[in-house]
């Protein structure tokens, strides 16, 4: 076996201790690999909305395909909801999900960058 540089050596032993987290990161990937729920938790990182708002900004044909996806987000707990009068208004529950869609707006969503 090689002996490892010191930087090497400290990324070799945070992926020995991070499992837990690592499996998180990937299942959280997992859920945005899809379009719809891309968009939708795109559309919470800027604010919350009711799903007819949601339908109408991801350009869903369907609100029962809408729904179906908020509540796979809801039940991994990206998500939550509550109640508003007659509407059901949902909004993004972790920060560090948010924060990682605005970096990726930023980055790819932006004007090319020179």
């Known amino acids: 076996m090689k002996l490892l540089n010191p930087v090497a050596l400290e990324i070799k032993t945070q992926f020995e201790t991070n499992d837990d987290l690592c499996k998180k990161v990937i299942g959280i990937f997992q859920l945005a690999a899809n379009k ?60 560090q999900v948010r924060h990682m869609i605005t970096f990726l707006q930023e980055e790819f969503l932006s004007e090319e960058k020179t």
């Not at 869903?60 to 509550?82: C, F, H, T, V, Y």
Request: hydrophobic share 40%.
């Open 36 to 95: 719809t729920r891309f968009r939708i938790i795109c559309t919470l990182a800027k604010g919350d909305f009711c799903v007819n708002e949601i339908a109408e900004i991801v350009g869903a044909k369907r609100l029962s395909n809408i729904s179906q996806q908020l509540k796979m987000l809801r039940l991994a707990g990206l998500i939550e909801s509550r109640r508003k009068k007659s509407k059901v208004i949902y909004s993004l529950t972790n920060e």
